[in-house]
């Protein structure tokens, strides 16, 4: 079954860090561009940050800087490194599968940064 799972959210202080982390179960992982988004409460849903299947990265303007993202095509993982973060990344955390014609969705983890 092809899915995404998240992990690695959780509460943390302004000014600290978070590594959330998605395992594929996805045949041909390394084919697809892999994404993280996140929704906050009463916004819409965000384009984060984005690795291609080439290794190329891109970030919101409101995260560069700050968050990291790889992957990890052997063991079909994709991270993303969260620091120095600021109570306006509190949201939920989504991890996204793009491919030809098909991409799949996590289930979300919750990041809280609040003192």
């Known amino acids: 079954q092809e899915q995404l799972v998240e992990s690695g959210g959780g509460l943390v202080q302004p000014g600290g860090s978070l590594r959330l982390s998605c395992a594929a179960s996805?045949?041909?992982?390394?084919?697809?561009?892999m994404d993280w988004y996140r929704q906050a409460p009463g916004k819409q849903r965000e384009l984060v940050a984005t690795?291609?299947?080439?290794?190329?990265?891109n970030y919101v303007d409101s995260v560069k800087g700050r968050f990291t993202i790889s992957r990890d095509n052997g063991k079909k993982t994709v991270l993303l490194q969260m620091n120095k973060l600021k109570p306006e990344d509190t949201a939920v955390y989504y991890c996204?599968?793009?491919?030809?014609?098909?991409?799949?969705w996590g289930q979300g983890t919750q990041v809280t940064v609040s003192s």
């Open positions: 996204h599968a793009a491919g030809y014609r098909v991409d799949y």
């Open positions: 996805l045949s041909a992982f390394n084919s697809y561009g």
């Open positions: 690795v291609t299947n080439g290794g190329i990265t």
